[in-house]
């Protein structure tokens, strides 16, 4: 199989681009290096199709290697045939080499192996050839031999039965094809063990659904409850239909005395043999399927996550809301610094609420706090309560907003966290990470495991090998389309820039503790470990302000100065105006961008993007995404009527749905159906994890927790 060119088909793309991405990816190139700074060789490849590219390259060349060992396999045991050579070169899933395999594979002592060592091989092939004028019993007679074990006719014929259905399961185009009918025709099915039980799976208690049709988080849930043991979950597959296909590939002569004994082998070997391995492949292909789409849905989800925009000069008040222990808060100032922190306990069963109002009225006016950063945890409403009240009698302009808490927790109990803030307890860490995550979105949340992040659905059902590669790309191409600031970012964000690893992370906040500020981005070829290939991966997503040369603060590649130097000659500016913003408009100077490129020795594309770095220089893509909804006022769940028209912040995006946050404690669902007017096959054409939606209220189940939305309606 031709790698590139089966790349180029799949992906819908040039194989010459196909070529070139693979090259620069067997180099040691990363995705975010190449789809930024390699668009020329690639024809401008973006880092979700490059990221598709490498995943499905590695499948592929694992499928090669996986080949050639089974071809040495089956050459060793001198079975090889130019045909089958032929069918298991042109195989293009693991599962087809698989069943090519199986008849070669060194077996496990089964039925058929101690027939076979009990000498009934040939009674077999007597059946099998369908030719015998004898009745099969008077075949079987002659290979009664007690010393064989063999005692009977009846044990002669079972025998024999045996081989018959191991011949017949191991043969690889019945598997194939049954596998195909399985897929098409077969039903999967659920009931449950306890039908009186209540429990989150009761819509599965009797539940079948066309294996062609399933939906990937039916199949997740119907896993769960499996595992969980309160489904049992059945393919049931088109059972007649397959022997029919069997009989009429095995039974080739109308012969009496063997069509009933190779009837028999037959269902034996579907019953016994392939069904169960068949339902089981199904089952981690439907799981596989599912998981790789959550998988998807997750990413997306995170990534809008971690582009929410900044919320810059502010001083934000952290609230990390609890009942029994207290509310712990943060104080950070404009810049993340933590100023001050305190408990305060307004919420059961203290009660202190007037308390805590003059110990939030005292910090206020101290440090000049203009918004406090809530936690959606437990005791966040009554905490809410407590801040509008507050905010009414001070004289003040403070807002509130409500973040999303998910993976605090599990952030300020962390390593990472007892270095960052060796004194702090974990609450004072946790309020501290509200406030954070408020001001820079992307610096914060890439401290926590993006797993406990809480914008997926059934993530620790998943191959967690599988999700967290799929994350940590996405987490990586986040960071390295903002890119970071060299003097300012932590080992934690570093460590997702192109080519940095953990440790040379840790050795650049070293360098910079020892030797104060970068003044330039060549300055990083003096930390220890970074050499000159992981300085061509990074460098142009390390942004130096007021560093020696105004290019450092820009996306442009070190790589590509003198050449945008002489362009801005050619322009007649100089790299001081970059600092002084004096370039916007220079993109309408340039009437042949083709020929420019040419005189400057780069590529067109990249001439563009030099451009486009050149006239806002260091520009923040953040900038484009809805800012989160800033509050002054409380809603409870029991003040919601169906008709009432609000705004809200979509939380989380899954198969069925999105849930959106309208300022009450429970997120209300906006089923797919009531997203849009038009058909889609997924919320995720239409909204996404921070949008901010207007929806309308349909109902409101108190006594469940259940709000349901829409937005569709006449806005």
């Known amino acids: 199989m031709d790698i590139i060119e089966k790349l180029a088909e799949e992906l819908q793309i040039k194989t010459k681009q196909v070529k070139a991405a693979v090259e620069l990816i067997d180099e040691g190139n990363t995705i975010p290096f190449i789809a930024r700074y390699r668009k020329e060789a690639t024809g401008a490849l973006n880092d979700e199709v490059l990221r598709n590219l490498f995943e499905r390259l590695n499948y592929l060349r694992n499928l090669e290697e996986k080949k050639e060992q089974v071809l ?18 042109a195989a293009e899933t693991m599962v087809v080499v698989d069943d090519l ?65 191991e011949h017949i399961s191991d043969e690889a185009d019945y598997r194939i094809r049954i596998r195909e ?30 294996i062609a049709k399933l939906a ?22 088109p059972e007649e239909q397959i022997l029919r296909y069997l009989e009429k590939q095995v039974i080739t002569k109308k012969n009496p005395n063997t069509t009933p004994v190779l009837k028999e082998a037959i269902e034996d070997s579907y019953t016994r043999l392939i069904a169960p391995a068949i ?20 990413g997306k989800n995170l990534e809008q996550l971690l582009m929410q925009p900044p919320i810059a000069n502010q001083v934000v008040l952290g609230w990390d809301p609890a009942f029994r222990t207290g509310c712990k808060l943060a104080v ?11 408990v305060i306990y307004p919420t059961a069963p203290q009660n202190k609420v007037e308390e805590a109002k003059s110990v939030l009225k005292k910090l206020i006016a101290k440090y000049h706090i203009t ?36 993976g605090a927790s599990v952030y300020s109990a962390s390593k990472l966290a007892t270095e960052e803030f060796p004194n702090f307890d974990v609450g004072q860490r946790s309020a501290t990470s509200m406030a954070r995550r408020l001001q820079d979105p992307l610096a914060e949340l890439v401290k926590i495991d993006p797993k406990s992040i809480g914008v997926g659905q059934y993530q620790h059902d998943m191959n967690q090998k599988k999700l967290s590669e799929a994350l940590g790309g996405v987490v990586e191409d986040c960071v390295n389309k903002v890119g970071v600031d060299l003097n300012t970012a932590s080992a934690s964000l570093l460590e997702y820039i192109s080519g940095i690893s953990k440790t040379i992370a840790k050795n650049i906040v070293a360098y910079r503790e020892e030797n104060g500020r970068f003044a330039s981005r060549n300055e990083l070829l003096k930390v220890a470990k970074l050499g000159p290939k992981a300085y061509e991966q990074c460098a142009g997503f390390m942004r130096i302000i007021d560093g020696k040369n105004p290019l450092d603060a820009t996306g442009v590649h070190p790589e590509s100065y003198d050449a945008t130097k002489k362009l801005l000659e050619k322009l007649g500016y100089t790299p001081q105006d970059i600092t002084e913003r004096k370039l916007l408009g220079i993109a309408k100077k340039i009437t042949d961008y083709k020929k420019l490129a040419e005189e400057l020795g780069i590529g067109e594309l990249t001439l563009r993007d030099i451009v486009k770095e050149l006239e806002k220089p260091a520009r923040d893509p953040r900038e484009d995404m809805p800012k989160p909804i800033l509050r002054s006022d409380v809603l409870e769940m029991k003040d919601l009527k169906p008709g009432m028209i609000l705004k809200g912040t979509v939380r989380n995006v899954i198969d069925f749905g999105a849930f959106v946050d309208i300022g009450v404690h429970q997120d209300g669902l906006v ?9 889609i096959k997924h919320p995720l054409e239409v909204v996404s994890v921070g949008d901010i939606v207007d929806v309308k209220v349909m109902s409101v189940d108190l006594k469940k927790q259940r709000i349901q939305l829409t937005m569709k309606f006449e806005k």
């Open 72 to 89: 040495s396999s089956i050459e060793e045991q001198g079975k090889l045939t130019p045909e089958l050579k032929e069918q298991i070169l």
């Open 371 to 406: 918004l406090i950063s809530l936690g959606n945890g437990t005791a966040s409403r009554e905490s809410e309560q407590v801040i509008v009240s507050l905010l009414k009698e001070i004289p003040e302009k403070v807002q509130y907003v409500i973040v999303n808490e998910a």
């Open 279 to 298: 339902e089981r492949e199904i089952r981690n292909d439907l799981t596989e399927r599912a998981q790789d789409g959550a998988i998807k849905v997750f």
């Open 101 to 165: 395999y199986r008849p070669y594979r060194p077996k496990r002592r089964t039925r058929a192996t101690i027939a076979k060592e009990k000498g009934l091989e040939p009674l077999a092939n007597i059946i099998s050839l369908q030719m015998t004028k004898n009745t099969v019993e008077e075949e079987a007679k002659k290979f009664i031999d007690k010393e064989k074990e063999v005692n009977s006719i009846e044990e002669a014929i079972a025998g024999a039965k045996d081989i018959i259905a």
């Open 671 to 679: 089923h797919i159906s009531e997203i849009c007017d038009r058909y």
């Open 332 to 342: 950070v100032d404009a810049t993340g610094k933590v100023l001050d922190t305190t």
């Open 216 to 237: 990937g988080h039916r199949i997740l849930a119907l896993n769960r409850g499996e595992n969980e043991k309160i489904l049992t979950v059945k393919v049931e597959a």
């Open 181 to 210: 009918l399985t897929m098409k025709e077969g039903m999967l099915t659920s009931t449950a063990k306890d039908k009186e039980a209540e429990s989150v799976y009761e819509m599965y208690y009797e539940f079948a659904e066309s």
